[in-house]
């Protein structure tokens, strides 16, 4: 069960600022073109799921207008929103127009035509795309894998890419993933091959570490999404077989046979995320894991949740939390899980080894180090919040107050110096010149620093060649 | 976060149904209620994966689960490419126990003249909602913790009536609500057949929930879609009807009747349509004393208004409250001495015209 309801100030905050940020996908959906998109809300599946991405407003505002045959006056809908609330009912109608699922011509709202038919009849059933996947008659000689089994599958794979990512550079040799995963961490990104063959984890990378799981794959799937538009597949089928994975009933097996030459190439590289789960490459079924099925449940994948993916993904130590932090920088994290134990290892300097018990300390050297590597004071705080102990849950505020502001601080700390490039103007030939010069420089809004004593200041990179000209003019000008 | 729950009630009376589909200019018959129904509950269930669903049907007499998201049924329905599998499980089942009830209805005849069992089912949705706060509390360590136990987030009840009010049901009713307000559950109403009820309207008011007297039923969907959909978090910023005027009359413990004018017991607030010397509640005898003097000055002074049209179920609405009806349950005509206590008291339940006015905005 999630922990949404706590008492906790900092906690609910960041539920806030979760519920009012979109879906990764629809930023990318939105810059789509018209043509695409209806050619993807064809399919009754991907327009449940697109559905299922947007906010509750957006929702609301959607299944209002679904069952209305004509366009309705703007004004019509706007009465039944509060005034105050304006804003985000603005906001709304915008983003749903920018996806192409809501026109508003001359002040009437209407639906997509395509998009209304499509979510009508995933609602109310019918239709003969098939957009939901065809299920495999049961096999008797040879049953599907079971739930169970799919979990443990998907649980595999996931964290064998995390950890791998995690342990890279540390020396240790983990489970190599397969070159497509590899192909793909290197090229959102997440990890790069610079520094000889080995594939180093970027500060991209690290901050990737802390997502919670469920924003992990999204980005993971969003990568994959940009090389499919490099490897000239078809974003539209790509995209149509997520929404459709999604949609699919976990421990159920079904046929590849309706899958386009597109889909049937993405099966080989959804098996290694651990996405679906087939018996022999060759396969013509499959399975999709919790991985897969819920894709579309817009809810952050809380640690609690032991119904969904996220649970699943990230250990069954997790699904309670785990993590201790005391006023004395002391954590306490009750896990055996290689992978937790390796990103805490990223801003925790770890002390002891139990067979349940891993003990630390945050320090400041240990900070540092995750901070140079890319990961922000927020992500740490973020990280243990919602990693926290049951016992934890009680406190509030949920950490202890002096730690949260201390590894602030540290991170103020590395923000000391500011450097930025520029030009430095000195020996001006008399207080006059100077003055002109300067004060024509703060028009320009391009002054960094001034010292008048010594008749020098410091502009910025974009003014300089402005300054130039200015003093080129005045020196020809002859005025002095 | 979690989804939202929803629990619905539905009246499944034959009679009223009947009556419904022949109802001009707006016929509306059973099939094509639960067809409109089905959207509805398939666009809850497809709003948010989390989100869960039960369906309680009121018959004649007994009221059953007929769908819950928490225990579904063990046989999964036949392969369909074409229809998102949640969806077509609340569907098959929903159909299969509805017609299974209603044929056991023809086969047990005669009963389908008792009123519906609306309570009966209003009461298994909150033991339903309070299970899911029990899980849920347990699940988060908060109850063993010894906490005060959370509420479930966003869960609420809609009651789908046909049926007039049954004036018996009035203290199980009031019950209810106030479980539900303890519970945090909100109360949605949908009278879609039949006069006003004023349970209802109460129910919707005192939980916060929002009370539609149906009058167009070719726009069920749509009227459900817009006022119901809407999970309670979201109608902080889209507004969902609320009433103008609240019927907040009560009905009396000795006959069950609804009431304007109620005589209230100061010891237990039992409310009775004529004052009786003891208390059928709490038997009171010596407590219990209503003010006949005030009671004598109220009366000459209602006989000079006009009574109140707007009242059309009030018909024993006592006309003289000295005169002792001989059905009170009171035993003993106890001789009411002078100086009546002064914290027994005569009260108005009449609101409605006065204060009951809430608008929207």
């Known amino acids: 069960m999630p922990s949404a309801a706590h008492v906790d100030d900092i906690d609910d905050k960041d539920l806030i600022q979760i519920s009012n940020k979109p879906h990764a996908l629809l930023p990318f959906l939105q810059l789509q073109s018209a043509t695409s998109l209806s050619r993807l809300y064809q399919s009754p599946s991907s327009c449940l799921s697109i559905f299922r991405l947007l906010d509750a407003l957006e929702r609301q505002l959607v299944m209002n207008l679904l069952w209305l045959e004509s366009a309705i006056a703007q004004t019509t809908l706007g009465v039944w929103v509060f005034q105050e609330k304006k804003k985000l009912y603005d906001d709304a109608l915008d983003m749903l127009s920018k996806l192409h699922i809501l026109h508003i011509h001359s002040a009437k709202l209407s639906l997509n035509g395509t998009f209304k038919t499509s979510l009508r009849h995933a609602i109310t059933g019918g239709g003969t795309t098939g957009s939901f996947g065809v299920p495999a008659e049961k096999d008797e000689k040879r049953p599907p894998m079971d739930v169970e089994g799919l979990d443990a599958y998907a649980l595999e794979r996931w964290e064998t890419i995390l950890h791998f990512m995690v342990s890279s550079g540390t020396g240790q040799n983990p489970t190599r993933p397969s070159q497509g995963v590899l192909y793909l961490l290197q090229r959102s990104g997440l990890m790069s091959n610079q520094h000889g063959s080995l594939p180093q984890i970027t500060s991209a990378g690290f901050q990737f570490l802390l997502h919670p799981p469920h924003a992990q794959l999204w980005d993971l799937l969003l990568q994959y999404l940009h090389m499919a538009e490099e490897r000239q597949m078809d974003l539209v089928e790509v995209l149509t077989f997520f929404f459709m994975l999604s949609t699919m009933e976990l421990g159920r097996e079904y046929l590849t046979e309706n899958l386009s030459q597109t889909q049937k190439a993405m099966l080989d590289d959804l098996r290694d995320y651990g996405l679906i789960w087939q018996r022999r490459p060759t396969s013509r079924r499959f399975s999709p894991t919790r991985l897969a099925t819920t894709l579309n449940s817009s809810s952050p994948s809380l640690p609690t949740g032991a119904s969904t993916g996220a649970g699943a993904a990230s250990g069954s130590q997790q699904q309670q939390g785990f993590i201790v932090l005391e006023t004395n920088y002391r954590v306490y994290a009750y896990t055996d899980n290689p992978l937790q134990t390796a990103v805490l290892n990223l801003f925790v300097s770890l002390k002891y080894r139990f067979p349940n018990l891993v003990v630390g300390s945050i320090t400041r050297d240990s900070v540092r180090r995750a901070l140079n590597n890319g990961i922000s004071a927020d992500q740490i705080i973020s990280y243990l919040i919602t990693h926290a102990h049951p016992q934890m849950r009680k406190f509030n505020p949920l950490l202890p107050v002096t730690v949260q502001d201390q590894i602030r601080l540290w991170e103020l700390e590395k923000d000391r110096l500011k450097s930025q490039e520029g030009y430095l103007y000195t020996s001006f030939a008399s207080q006059g010149d100077y003055e002109l010069v300067r004060d024509y420089a703060k028009q320009l809004d391009v002054v960094v620093w001034e010292n008048d004593a010594k008749r020098c200041f410091f502009g910025t990179l974009e003014g300089h060649a402005n300054i130039k000209s200015f003093v080129e003019r005045r020196g020809v000008g002859g005025d002095y | ?361």
Not at chain 2, 107 to 124: E, F, I, R
């Open chain 2, 1 to 361: 976060m979690a989804g939202s729950h929803l629990s619905v009630v539905i009246d499944l009376s034959p009679s009223q149904w009947h009556l419904s589909s022949l109802h001009q200019p707006y016929p509306l018959d059973i099939s094509a209620f639960i067809s409109q129904l089905l959207a509805f509950l398939n666009a809850h269930i497809a709003f948010k994966h989390e989100n869960t669903l039960a369906v309680f049907g009121a018959f004649p007499g007994k009221s059953t689960l007929l769908y819950s998201s928490a225990d579904p049924p063990a046989e999964t329905p036949s392969n369909d490419a074409n229809y998102f599998p949640p969806l077509k499980l609340v569907d098959s089942t929903m159909m299969h126990r509805i017609v299974q009830n209603l044929e056991t209805l023809t086969q047990n005849n005669g009963d389908d003249k008792a009123p519906s069992a609306l309570v009966g089912a209003l009461t298994k949705a909150l033991c339903y909602i309070n299970r899911l706060t029990l899980e849920f509390n347990a699940a988060t360590t908060n109850a063993t913790e010894g906490l005060e136990p959370l509420a479930l987030p966003d869960s609420r009840i809609l009651i789908l009536s046909v049926s007039p009010d049954q004036t018996a049901s009035y203290i199980p009713v009031m019950n209810s609500i106030f479980s539900a307000q303890k519970l945090k559950v909100t109360i949605d109403a949908c009278q879609i057949y039949g006069p006003d009820t004023v349970f209802l309207q109460q129910a919707a008011h005192l939980t916060g929930g929002s009370y539609i007297y149906l009058e167009r039923r070719d726009a069920l969907l749509q009227y459900l879609t817009m006022a119901f959909l809407p999970p309670p978090s979201v109608r902080q910023t889209i507004s969902v009807p609320t009433q103008d005027k609240i019927d907040f009359r009560a009905a009396c413990f000795c006959h069950k009747n609804i009431i304007d004018v109620g005589f209230v017991c100061s010891v237990c607030l039992s409310i009775f349509c004529q004052p009786v010397p003891v208390c059928s509640t709490c038997r009171q005898v010596l407590l219990t004393k209503f003010p006949f003097k005030t009671l004598q000055r109220l009366n000459a002074a209602r006989s000079s208004l006009p009574s109140s049209p707007s009242q059309p179920r009030n018909s024993s609405a006592p006309s003289s409250p000295q005169k002792t009806n001989g059905r009170t349950p009171s035993r003993t005509e106890a001789p009411l001495g002078p100086g009546g206590l002064p914290h027994s008291g005569s009260i108005s339940l009449n609101n409605s015209t006065t204060n009951g006015a809430i608008s929207s905005r």
